[in-house]
C-alpha cells in the first residue's frame, strides 16, 4: 500500500493526463495477480468494486476517533487539521505525523488493507469497527494512513478521471482502450476489466442477469434548438418521470431491482417484483419506479416514503403502490433459463420494438413510457410546454439510431428541463467549501422573508447550497462574508442578511430541518441579485403556496394501457 500511496502521490503531483497515465501503466505492470484488481478497485475511489454492494459503515467521526487515539491526539486534533485541508485522508496525515510515532510492524500491502477493509465490512458495530481500523492504522505510516483513509472516505482527490485509468489500463497491457471501457461498463468492475485486459480476456465480459449494469445517463439541453442541433432529426420524446432509476432483471421466475448506484433493492418494492415474477420472458429492462395509484403518479415525496424500507410494510405498499415504468430492453430471450440476447449495441429503435413486444403496457404492476416524436423545433417546444403543464419537470429526448452507453452521460440522451421555480433568498451563513472550493466561502444557507402572524425573527432559513458562481464571484463574495461575519460557529459563519441570491430547486418539501418549515430539493444558486434590496425577497407564504400547487401532484403519460 505504501508503494500505491507514492503512486497516487506521483499521480497527484502532475496536471498533464499524458504523465499521470504513464506513471500508472508502469506501475500497474509490476501488480502481482492478487494486487491488480485491489490496486485498480482503490485508484477508482473505493473501497470495493462499483457492483460490490459491500460498505465499511465507518463514519468521518469514527475515523476522526481512531487517528487522534492512535496518534495519542488531543480531542478535536484532527477537526482542526481537516478545517485547514478539507481533506480527511490529508488530516490524517497531518495529525500522524505531527505526532512522531512510527508504524508498529511491516507496513500493510494492499491484500492487508482489503482483508481488513473486508473485515470492517462484515463486522456489526461500531466499536467493533472501529477496532479493526485501528488495527490496521498502527500498521500504516502517515502516507499509506492518508490513502487508506481516502479509500475508505471515497475521496480520492488526485485529479484521476475514470477515463484516464481505462487509458492506462490499457496502455499497461497494450489493449485497445475502447474494449476495456465497455468491458467496464459491463461488469462494473474495473479492477476485473484490468485482470481481463492483462489476460487478454476483454471480449470475456459480458452482460449478465442479476449483476446490474450502470444506468445510461442524458446530458443536459439548453433548448431545443441544441436538442436538434446535436441529435438531428427526428428525435423521440418521453417524459422525464420524476421516480427511482431501477432496473429489472428477470430469469426463470426469479425477478430483482437494482437502483442507479447498483444496489439491489428488490426488498423495497416487493409487489413490483411479484408482478416481475409471474411475466413469461427473460431479461433486463431499464426504467423508472414510480409511485403510481388510481391511473396517475403519486408526488415524489410520497415516494419517498418507500425509500430505504428494506421491508415495507402492507399499509405503506397499499397506500404508496410503485410500478415499473420501463422505457428501455437491454437483453431478451424467451425464457425458461434459456441464454438471453444482450441488446445494448443495437438502436434504440430496434430496442423499443423488442421492448413493445412484451406488452408491458397491459400488464399490471408495470407501464411503459409514452413515446412521441418531434422533427423540428415547434414540435418539440410543443411537447415540452405540454409536460411542463401537466406538472413535469421536463423531457427526455432520445436519439432513435443510438446505442446504450452503460454508465454514460454522452449525447444519445438528452434531457431538456428548466426548473420548476426560482426563489429569491437572502444568505445568513456561510461555510468554507470542500475540495476544489476548499478555502472560498462557497456554501451558503439561505432564507426567505417570515411573514407568519407568530414570526420572532424576520427571516427564515430554507436551504443551503454550494454556490453555483463564478471563481471570480466567489472570491469576491468571500471577501465580503468575511468582512461581514457577525458570529463563527467552528466552520459556520453567521453573516449580514443583506445579498440576495436567486435559487433554483426541483421540489419544495415539508421539513423540520430549516426555521422555515420546508426544504428545497436539489436547491442551486443561479445568480447574486445585486439588484434586488433583501426587503424583497420572496415570502414564505409564496412557498407555502408553492408547496401546494406541487403537492397537486404531476400528470405523466404511459403507454395506452397502464394503470
Ligand atoms: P437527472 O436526474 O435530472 O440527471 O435526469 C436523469 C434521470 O431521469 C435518469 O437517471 C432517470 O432516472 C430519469 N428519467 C426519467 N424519465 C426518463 C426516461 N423517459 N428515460 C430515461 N431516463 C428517465
Known sequence: MRRWSETAERVAATSRTSEKVAILAAYLRTLTPAELPLAVTYLSGRPFPERDPRTTGLGWAAIAAAAEADADAEDGALGRAYDRSSDLGQAVHDVLAASGRRPSGELPALTDVDAALSEIATTRGAAEKTRIFRTLLWRCDPLTAKYVVKTLSGEMRIGLREGHLETAIAAAFGRDVEAVKWAGMLTGDLGQSAELARDDRLDAAELTLFRPLKSMLASPAADAAEVLMRLGSPVWVEDKYDGIRAQLHRRDGEARLYSRDLHDVSGQFPEVVAAAVQLSWDGLLDGELLAWKGGTALPFQQLQARLGRKKPPAALIAEVPCIFVAFDALALGPGDGAPVEPLLRLPLRERRARLDALGLARTPGFGVSNLLTAADGAVLERHFAAARQRGNEGLMVKDPESGYSPGRRGYGWLKLKRPLATLDCVVVGVEVGHGKRHGVLSDYTFAVLDDRADATKPLATIGKAYSGLTDAELAEMTRWFEAHTLERF??????????????????????????????????????????????????????????????????????AGAG
Open 490 to 559: 467552528g466552520r459556520y459563519r453567521v453573516v449580514e442578511p443583506t445579498v440576495v441570491v436567486e435559487v433554483a430547486f426541483d421540489v419544495i418539501m415539508r421539513s423540520s430541518r430549516h426555521g422555515s418549515g420546508f426544504a428545497l430539493r436539489f436547491p442551486r444558486i443561479v445568480r447574486l441579485r445585486p439588484d434586488k434590496p433583501p426587503s424583497e425577497i420572496d415570502r414564505l407564504a409564496t412557498v407555502e403556496r408553492m408547496h401546494e400547487q406541487l403537492q397537486a401532484g404531476v400528470s405523466y403519460r404511459l403507454e
